[in-house]
């Protein structure tokens, strides 16, 4: 057998192999649908940790789907406040009832479908999705189907931000293996968190607060995570909150609207008379 005949049988079975019929006979896999964070069942996020929990990874990459309330603000290490701070504060009280029943979180803008801003859609999130792009990183999260772009294109934050953001401004940098997020700009009508040591009340911040994040990929299904909010109007030092975010294999952001008549429906015919208060109109 000649060497052309060879090249022209091998070229033939080529052909072959990548025609349509070879190729409706063994289509590719089609990839499903796969079920959002908070929609599996503990067990079922340990087995699939289990699978993938020694595979290698790139500490640079932290594109995934994380979390699920996995991380929250810190309530065992609440800085002294302010007076102003404190003023804030009192004001997030919740209503109460004649009989003294508070209307759990009756003041919190989560009830009436205000965004949740930031750090909170951080630690109330049902899951969020780290993308990474070459000038910045998405950070997706479930809740409310937002995002927040944090830049890694090289700016620096602005001083003088000309509008407040709920989730501010940020940028992005390695510290080694270790991506350090700074912000700043945020829009002081959000909470950092209710504070759940007792759901009256809220914990407020100032257009002045300044945050760092440091999100260190320790394993290929671990975050270890660090951050300090910085608010010298409000506290008297930074607060620190450390922890750490799991990944959730096989999952999918999905989507989490907050519908205000939907919010507003559920607090008239649960939480106000579950306290014996009048529904809002």
């Not at 025609?19 to 996020?45: E, G, K, M, Y």
């Not at 939480?271 to 109109?281: D, F, H, M, T, Y």
Request: aromatic share 10%.
């Amino acid at each position: 057998m000649t060497t052309r005949t060879i090249v022209l049988i091998v070229a033939v079975a080529a052909a072959m192999a990548s025609s349509p019929l070879t190729f409706a006979q063994n289509p590719p896999a089609r990839p499903n649908w796969r079920p959002c964070p908070r929609c599996i069942l503990d067990q079922q996020v340990r087995d699939a940790v289990a699978k993938v929990k020694d595979l290698p990874f790139n500490p640079r990459d932290l594109s995934g789907v994380w979390g699920n309330n996995d991380l929250l603000l810190d309530t065992k290490t609440v800085p002294p406040m302010t007076a102003w701070g404190k003023q804030q504060y009192e004001a997030t009280k919740a209503e109460e009832t004649a009989g003294g029943l508070a209307i759990s979180n009756s003041k919190d803008g989560m009830l009436i479908c205000d965004p949740l801003g930031y750090p909170r859609s951080l630690w109330v999130n049902d899951g969020f999705e780290f993308v990474m792009l070459p000038d910045r990183v998405l950070q997706f999260f479930e809740w409310s189907h937002t995002w927040r772009t944090i830049w890694t294109d090289g700016r620096e934050l602005p001083d003088d931000p000309p509008v407040a953001r709920w989730h501010g401004y940020a940028i992005g940098r390695w510290d080694g293996d270790t991506f350090v997020v700074e912000s700043s700009g945020f829009d002081d009508r959000s909470w950092l968190s209710e504070d759940r040591r007792d759901r009256r009340w809220g914990f407020p911040h100032s257009d002045q607060m300044r945050m760092i994040e440091r999100y260190k990929r320790a394993s290929y299904v671990s975050l270890d995570v660090t951050v300090t909010i910085e608010d010298p109007k409000t506290y008297t030092q930074p607060w620190v909150t450390s922890g750490k975010i799991g990944l959730r294999p096989g999952t999918e952001i999905s989507e989490y609207f907050c519908v205000p008549s939907e919010s507003q429906d559920f607090n008239n015919r649960l939480l106000r008379p579950s306290v014996g208060a009048a529904p809002n109109k």
